[in-house]
């Protein structure tokens, strides 16, 4: 693994709450390497949340440098940054975030819809993804139809439809019984066998423990 698929430099996030200024983030340096396994650990308050929107574009750096796959996020625009999030990042939800009264087939093929892919194609590669994960028999089964682990299948499922570079989880199994969660775990680790980078934030050590490289993260810097 030579080739960085992630490299923050003195990456810095300052809110403003209009009285006071407050550092979620002060000036990180992370380098994260393509088909690596890495765990992001901190407790409420630490960083972690801030980093997790950093690195999905979803939020921009105060200051310094953020680089994903090869591309300098701060010279992208809202636009730029939307092609980026559906091109090369899978994002994993806590809370799920499945479209409602819309079948798994459909929610996992809805990503590919912003892509262009035709109808045909999105549901053959929906229905091959969550094939993968085991939910061949719930392809048309709703998220209220679905238990918490197998909602979060199809979350996974949506994740890497779009064959992405990285594949970004929050807080996965936060939501799910020890049980679920651990299935959970074990298919990231099915997942990053297959060579897919997986950076994974969390909260929970006994989590963490599955990734090939934990980076500990408290009062908005790195720890280890």
Do not use: W
Request: aromatic share 4%; with cysteine.
């Amino acid at each position: 693994m030579s080739e960085a698929i992630i490299t923050l430099e003195r990456v810095s996030r300052v809110y403003d709450t209009g009285k006071v200024l407050v550092p979620a983030l002060e000036d990180v340096d992370l380098t994260i390497e393509r088909g690596e396994f890495v765990a992001i650990v901190g407790p409420s308050g630490s960083g972690k949340s801030t980093m997790m929107n950093i690195l999905g574009c979803l939020d921009r750096p105060t200051a310094g440098r953020y680089v994903l796959d090869g591309t300098p996020v701060e010279e992208l625009d809202d636009n730029g940054l939307a092609a980026v999030r559906s091109r090369s990042i899978g994002f994993v939800f806590q809370s799920y975030n499945l479209l409602p009264r819309t079948s798994a087939i459909e929610n996992v093929a809805a990503p590919l819809a912003y892509q262009g892919v035709g109808r045909k194609e999105r549901l053959a590669r929906a229905q091959e993804a969550l094939e993968r994960l085991g939910l061949g028999e719930r392809l048309h089964h709703q998220p209220t139809e679905l238990s918490g682990g197998q909602q979060q299948r199809v979350g996974i499922a949506r994740a890497i439809v779009t064959e992405p570079a990285l594949l970004l989880a929050d807080e996965p199994t936060g939501n799910l019984d020890s049980h679920a969660g651990a299935e959970v775990i074990d298919l990231f680790r099915q997942l990053h066998a297959t060579g897919r980078t997986i950076v994974l934030i969390t909260h929970d050590v006994d989590v963490a423990v599955a990734a090939d490289r934990q980076i500990h993260i408290r009062d908005g810097r790195i720890a280890a």
